[in-house]
Structures are given as C-alpha cells and as structure tokens.
C-alpha cells in the first residue's frame, strides 16, 4: 500500500522499544519523501536515518516508520515524473538500496557518474560515504 497522503498515528506498543519512547510516529507519504530527497545536493549523500530524522522533526513527531519510508523512496524513485535525486540516499552504512529501479546495480552506476567510488567487497557501499552526507553526517 502506497499512502497518498502523510498519517500521524500512536507509536504501536510492540514498536516503543525501537523508537525509544512512545507518542506518535509519522507514515510519509512519497510526496513527503520526495520533498526532502529534492534537497540533496549534486555530490552530496543522505542516509534513510537522515531521512526519517529531517521528516519526525518536519512533523514534529517522536519517530518516522522505517518500513514506509522505504515503500514512499521506491515509489518515489519509480515515479518517471520525479525529478528527486533518490539515487543519493543511502543505508546508514553507506551501503546501497536494492529497492530502486535497477537494483543496487543502477544507483551504483548513478553515484559513479557524480564522481563517488563504490566499493564492491562485501556489498556495494560507497567509499568514505560519510564525508558527502548533508549536514555533516547523522
């Protein structure tokens, strides 16, 4: 299910230990997402923790949903009308996001093209990742 619209809902009880508090807990719409994702700079990273910490502070809540974060970046990033620079999110290890068009494979391709060096040892990651992430990393 794809939220065509941002949900504030209760924390649910079997989720407070993640999020460290109860309260409420954002669903992001992919518009939502797209929003922020706009913001990335040219050469510059941001990681999914980034992503849901700049959308719990834009609604001021105690937590954003990690599971609908990821499902509003896919639509996103496969909406041909996006002009969101969603190949610039990564894991919070820098490791790259099979759930966009192309898998791994094709963010990787994207991320070389703008100069960054992706590592293939375990994983693809991109190297020394944390030095390119807006605002000084997170």
């Not at 937590?63 to 996103?76: E, W």
């Not at 966009?100 to 040892?121: D, M, N, S, V, Y």
């Amino acid at each position: 299910m794809t939220l065509q619209e941002d949900l504030i809902v209760d924390i649910p009880p079997e989720r407070v230990k993640f999020f460290g508090t109860t309260g409420k807990m954002l669903l992001p719409s992919a518009t939502a997402v797209a929003a922020i994702v706009a913001q990335i700079p040219a050469a510059q990273l941001m990681t999914t923790v980034q992503l849901r910490q700049k959308l719990t502070e834009q609604f001021n809540v105690q937590g954003t949903c990690p599971v609908t974060t990821r499902k509003a970046l896919q639509t996103m990033a496969q909406d041909a009308s996006s002009a969101a620079p969603f190949w610039r999110v990564v894991n919070q290890d820098g490791g790259l996001l099979s759930v966009f068009p192309g898998g791994k494979a094709a963010q990787a391709a994207r991320l070389q093209a703008e100069g960054f060096l992706i590592t293939t040892a375990t994983s693809p990651k991109v190297a020394g990742y944390s030095a390119s992430l807006v605002d000084g990393g997170g």
